[in-house]
């Protein structure tokens, strides 16, 4: 049995990138406040959308994906570093002849060796995959030795590929969708245009929940997640609600 963990190096190096996106992130969501403060006082309705009541969506729709993170990233700003490091050390692959195990510091994901279908390699790790589509461990290309373990991988007889597109490319067109259903609840006048907003919705919603359920590993911390893709249903249904009844 080999055992693969992070070099203090590498350790070292994800720290200063984890650093570096966080700066660019608060950067980005401070512009984007800024920007939606000047343009609710001078052109309300180019981001409060065509009614009113989409005031309420649009400002808490900023404070969840905006706001909220921007203030946990400050006050966390020490932390965050401290808690990385250690869930970094934690971190360690096993493989063997029995399979691969993947422990960190709040789970552990493993695949027995019958279980594996193929390995799809991108620029950032291997996939490891198994009958289902959705349940699958990822193994990052930063670990140290992962040369060696993808040789190991191919003597224990699985294939690894080169992945044309990144794995479960339809999570992200959902992700993208998501993102245009709340939109277009916000800045939709046309009824028709909004009842088939919220039956895209829907089903944006309903594939979503069942992907994110489809994993076990996932469901202790993608909760909330399989609430929040709900919210452009709630979104559209209210707006919806409020163009028929005029």
Not at 225 to 241: C, D, E, K, Q
Request: aromatic content about 8%; glycine content about 4%; charged content about 20%.
């Amino acid at each position: 049995m080999a055992v693969y963990i992070y070099s203090q190096r590498e350790i070292e190096s994800i720290i200063r990138a984890s650093k570096r996106s966080r700066l660019r992130n608060c950067a980005v969501a401070l512009a984007v406040l800024i920007a939606a403060c000047l343009v609710a006082i001078s052109r309300p309705e180019w981001i409060f959308g065509a009614h009113i009541q989409a005031r309420a969506w649009v400002v808490s729709a900023l404070f969840i994906f905006v706001a909220g993170p921007l203030g946990d990233t400050v006050l966390r700003w020490k932390a965050r570093p401290v808690e990385l490091e250690q869930s970094l050390r934690k971190m360690q692959i096993e493989v063997s002849a029995e399979g691969v195990v993947v422990s960190g510091s709040s789970s552990v994901k493993q695949f027995k060796l019958a279980e594996i279908v193929c390995a799809e390699e991108v620029s950032w790790g291997l996939y490891l995959r198994s009958p289902e589509r959705y349940r699958w461990i990822l193994i990052p290309a930063k670990i140290d030795g992962f040369e060696a373990l993808k040789r190991e991988l191919r003597e224990l007889g699985i294939p690894i590929v080169e992945a044309a597109i990144p794995p479960n490319w339809e999570e992200l067109v959902g992700a993208i969708v998501f993102c245009a259903t709340m939109l277009c609840a916000v800045f939709a006048r046309s009824t028709s245009v909004l009842a088939a907003n919220f039956l895209i919705s829907v089903l944006v919603a309903a594939g979503g929940f069942l992907i994110v359920s489809a994993n076990p590993d996932n469901l202790p911390k993608m909760r909330w997640a399989r609430l929040g893709i709900f919210l452009p249903v709630v979104m559209t249904a209210s707006m919806l609600w409020l163009a028929m009844r005029k």
